[in-house]
Every structure is written in C-alpha cells, then in structure tokens.
C-alpha cells in the first residue's frame, strides 16, 4: 500500500482538527481572558477530547501565544513588501482598509490581543521588545523615505503605524459603544465602507499624501 497517498489527506484533516481548536480557544481566550480560560473548556466548544487538543497544542500557554502571533501576522502582512518605490496613498489605503476588515472578520482575535496588551503584555513581552519593534523600524524607515522623497509628510512613521492600528481597532473592540451610538445592531458592508472612507480621508490628508 502507497502511504504517500495518504499525506494529503492526512494533513488537511490535521489542519481542519488545528483550524477547529484555535476558533475555539479564541472564543473561550476573548470571552474569559487566559487565566479564566481551561483546555477543557476549549476542548469542549471544540467537540475534542482534551487530550487532542494537547497533542495539537502542546499546552494552553502555547495555543495562546500562537493565536496572538496569528493575529499580529493578519494585521501586518499588506506592509511586508513596501519599498521607496511604492506609493504611500496605495499603501496606507490598502493598510487601513485590511486592518478594518480583519477587525470585523475576527473580532474575538482583536478583543484577545487587547486584552493581553492592557494586561501589561505578560506572553507577548519579548515579542514587543524585539520582533515587532524591529518589524515597526524596518516599515517606518521606508515611509520616511517617502517624505524624503516628497510623497507625504515628515510625519513619525512610528505614530501612523499606531494611529492605524487604534483607529481601525476601535470598531471590533468598543463594537457595542459603536453600534449603540449609530443605532445599529451591527456595522453592515456600507457602514464598513463608509468608516474605511472617512479614516482614508482623515488619515492621508493628515499625513500629506499626494
């Protein structure tokens, strides 16, 4: 018998057994925070043994840090590849416009890294002070490149990056205070579309982008 044949489907159906814990653990991490949080209350929601989700985990320290890495990677991805050449209205746009989509597609994942940030950062510490801060100094010394080169303001690079992370993940975390205001049960598509519009605006225009 050809084992081989079998790998593909082997790890799709272990990729779907990761995909169904790590929903659940970001469920059960949003709802009741880590130290309120059990692998058998994640087993549970997941419909698994809790012995699956330790052999697929490892530990629940380790399922929290990989859906907070997961988080971070969705959110920074569009500035991966920027270099001088790009343009910052394309850029900062597509920046601000993924941000938003991906705080309403997962607003559980953007509840769960906020609270670990208010929390004082204890599992992601290390990771502020070196991979990410390093991350945020690679992009900002790009975009003052662009001012350099006169496509935008001399603004802190470091500030914008923060401005679009805040002002985009306001409306996953503080969705109840929004909806409540704007007398909606939730922001449909053109309401997305509509604050997407007006950060753009705000945003780039505050930046000096031609």
């Given amino acids: 018998m050809d084992n081989t044949r079998q790998r593909p489907r082997e790890t799709t159906g ?4 990761e995909q169904t814990i790590l929903e659940a653990a970001e469920h059960a991490f949003a709802l009741h925070g880590y130290r309120g949080t059990s692998l058998q209350m994640i087993a549970d ?3 698994l043994p809790k012995a699956n989700v330790l052999y697929y985990m490892e530990s629940k320290k380790a399922l929290y840090q990989k859906l907070l890495g997961r988080m971070m990677r969705r959110w920074n991805a569009v500035l991966e590849d920027i270099t001088p050449d790009s343009e910052p209205r394309e850029v900062l746009g597509r920046f601000i416009r993924t941000k938003m989509m991906l705080g309403q597609r997962y607003p559980e994942g953007s509840r769960l890294f906020a609270a670990e940030i208010l929390a004082g950062a204890p599992f992601l510490e290390s990771y502020l002070k070196d991979e990410l801060r390093v991350w945020v100094e690679s992009r900002a010394s790009v975009i003052r490149q662009w001012a350099v080169l006169g ?24 969705g109840a205070q929004v909806n409540a205001i704007l007398g909606l049960e939730r922001l449909e598509n053109d309401d997305i579309e509509q604050v997407i519009a007006f950060l753009e605006r705000v945003i780039l225009k505050g930046c000096g982008v031609v």
């Fill in 151 to 174: 496509k935008m303001d001399a603004v802190d690079p470091r500030y914008l990056i923060f401005l679009i992370w805040s002002s985009t993940q306001h409306y996953a975390e503080y």
């Fill in 45 to 47: 929601r997941a419909g």
């Fill in 14 to 17: 272990r990729q779907a057994l």
